[in-house]
């Protein structure tokens, strides 16, 4: 029996994955993400897998009459055209879970290292001024309000790690629909609830983002949310850059009107060389690497590869960004 041909675009997190399709597929890899050549690569793929910048626009999906599913390599699937794949029935997949604990470790490294005044010392101590010590401070976090705009797996162990591990209060905003949903968790992790955005903004002395990127979400942190956030307070997203309005997040931090940020994730991946938020000295940012640890990496590929080849082999994902199209 013929395996099936699978299209992987760019590598994948950890190597472990791509032989895992290698065993059970005929594969195909392409380091060139641009649109007309995948168009001609897809003509009788059954499956693609594919990491970020990349992208899977109608076009593509258009050229691959044989196609049965497609996947990204980790956790996000805004590089992916969900809503017209959901048209022609192909399952999209994807890992969601299994990077929670690396990105809430590194959201809660950008809380401490931004409480902690960790880059000015640091890069005075560099230059040999141990009389830093004297211009900058720092502040305790115990006692301190988190807020969490979304409380999904990443933001639940952040709020683990932030109640229990240093003693913060915790709060987090969930849509007016879904305070039920989250209610046991949160009782759980003593994490307060609200629907009140705006609340949670003007009384949190760190905002933490944990929102996915789609059409209501882009941009929606906002002008509007910033000029309610207290001034001494810092905003990290280790989401989705494009869920923030970047032009108005860059006038709060130069104006003072917030005193930081740290970010993973930006607008446009790569940002721009000359982007004015990475020169900003009250600005932590790494390169989208929050859930890109080792451990998670393995699980991101394995799980992605498993996937892809149980749904060719007629089985159902355990994760699926579309379940609709599995129903009959």
């Known amino acids: ?3 099936p ?4 675009i760019l590598s994948m997190y950890h190597e472990a994955g791509e032989h895992i399709l290698q065993q059970g597929a005929e594969l195909m890899v392409t380091h060139n993400d641009d649109e007309e050549h995948l168009c001609e690569l897809v003509r009788d793929v059954e499956g693609i897998v594919l990491r970020a910048p990349a992208r899977i626009t109608p076009r593509i999906i258009d050229a691959a009459p ?3 599913v497609i996947s990204g390599a980790g956790v996000g699937l805004d590089n992916i055209d969900v809503h017209y794949a959901s048209i022609k029935r192909i399952p999209v997949l994807h890992a969601p879970a299994v990077n929670s604990v690396s990105t809430a470790e590194h959201t809660v490294m950008l809380l401490l290292a ?4 960790l880059l000015p010392f640091h890069a005075e101590m560099s230059r040999g001024n141990y009389h830093s010590r004297m211009i900058y401070s720092s502040m305790e976090v115990q006692g301190k309000r988190v807020g969490l705009v979304g409380f999904g797996r990443i933001a639940k162990e952040v709020a683990k790690r932030l109640r ?8 987090a ?4 629909d879904d305070p039920l949903k989250h209610r046991q968790a949160a009782e759980e ?5 609200t629907t009140d955005l705006d609340q949670l903004f003007a009384q949190s002395d760190f905002v933490s983002v944990h929102i996915p990127l789609n059409s209501f979400t882009r941009g929606s942190i906002n002008r509007h949310h910033f000029s309610r956030m207290k001034k001494g307070a810092f905003l990290i997203n280790t989401a989705r850059g494009g869920v923030i309005d970047q032009e108005a997040l860059l006038e709060a931090l130069q104006t003072g009107l917030i005193a930081g940020a740290g970010l993973d994730v930006f607008e446009s991946e790569p940002p721009p060389s000359d982007l004015k938020l990475l020169q900003l000295p009250n600005v932590i940012v790494t390169p989208h690497v929050g859930g890109t640890t080792r451990e998670s990496n393995y699980r991101m590929a394995t799980t992605v590869a498993e996937q892809v080849l ?13 379940p609709e199209v599995l129903e009959p």
């Open 164 to 171: 229990f591990g240093f003693d913060m209060k915790v709060t």
């Open 5 to 8: 041909k699978i299209l992987q």
């Open 66 to 68: 044989r196609l049965k």
């Open 310 to 322: 149980a749904v060719l082999a007629g089985s159902k994902p355990l994760y699926i960004g579309n």
């Open 189 to 193: 992790l003593e994490v307060e609830l």
């Open 114 to 117: 931004l409480s902690k005044s």
């Open 1 to 3: 029996m013929a395996k």
């Open 173 to 176: 905003w969930v849509r007016s």
